[in-house]
């Protein structure tokens, strides 16, 4: 069984400090609960709306906010993973860094389809890396990402039995995140994830709700517009025996001819 936590909270715009600090409180409070994972919505160790100050809030992955949370990892024995403007040689990512349990960073996810500003700073990731636990296999998004569905189906291709969005989505845009989250799942017949921010930034308002989806594209657990952390067990091999059990094989009855044919499948 997976046991994760959704911090489905506000992040203090342009003070990694405070955000640190409260990553960490979160992480002590969820050892309590036997936690295995704990998701931060994406780029919460800065706020998102950055735009041209993302280069100076940016950091490697050996830089001090993503070696303070490895430490905190290691000492509460709980897995991580959290959005930061990541620098890279002369290059600059909205990335995810998957933190283990024993404070090793197991890899970085740099998110694919970049969004308005975004691609003014950013570049864009080129790859959709799996992140392997004691409890299966999960894979990232980040909120654009959701609405291209080719990604989420590589992904479920791949092996991922679990996908997980970190976002950032404001409103008006609820019913895009209502219909694409449940989608995902459903269409790839595996668990979907999703933690959204709450509260203002800059012009932005964040609406929130955080949800686990079940394979079936039912909600396990969601939650509203307030800031809370929701924590749910999952046993992920579920994955195989839905896909068994359902006689929509969407997976497993894909015409590979004809993606071929219209270059979307090698």
Not at 84 to 100: G, V
Not at 195 to 217: D, H, M, R, W
């Amino acid at each position: 069984m997976l046991t994760i936590a959704l911090a489905q909270l506000k992040s203090s715009f342009m003070n990694k400090q405070e955000n640190l600090e409260k990553a960490i409180s979160v992480m002590k409070q969820c050892k309590q609960k036997a936690v295995d994972l704990i998701v931060f919505p994406e780029m919460f160790l800065t706020g998102y709306a950055l735009k041209e100050r993302a280069t100076e809030m940016a950091e490697p992955l050996n830089g001090p906010s993503l070696s303070g949370l490895c430490q905190a990892a290691r000492e509460n024995e709980i897995g991580i993973v959290i959005g930061f403007p990541e620098k890279k040689d002369t290059q600059y990512f909205n990335a995810a860094a998957f933190i283990q349990k024993n404070g090793e960073v197991q890899g970085v996810y740099r998110k694919v389809h970049l969004f308005e500003w975004e691609k003014d700073i950013f570049t864009a990731g080129n790859e959709g890396p799996l992140f392997t636990m004691e409890d299966g296999k999960i894979a990232l998004m980040m909120t654009f990402d959701a609405g291209f569905p080719e990604m989420s189906r590589i992904y479920a291709l791949n092996g991922a039995e679990m996908i997980v969005v970190l976002s950032a989505h404001v409103v008006p845009y609820q019913i895009y995140h209502k219909i694409m989250m449940r989608a995902r799942a459903l269409e790839n017949q595996l668990f979907l994830a999703v933690v959204n921010k709450v509260g203002l930034e800059e012009q932005s308002v964040y609406f929130g709700e955080s949800a686990i989806i079940s394979p079936y594209g039912d909600y396990l657990n969601k939650t509203d517009h307030q800031e809370k952390v929701i924590i749910e067990s999952i046993d992920l091999s579920l994955v195989y025996k839905t896909r068994e059990s359902l006689s929509m094989k969407y997976l497993e009855n894909r015409n590979v001819n004809y993606f071929k044919k219209s270059r979307l499948c090698k």
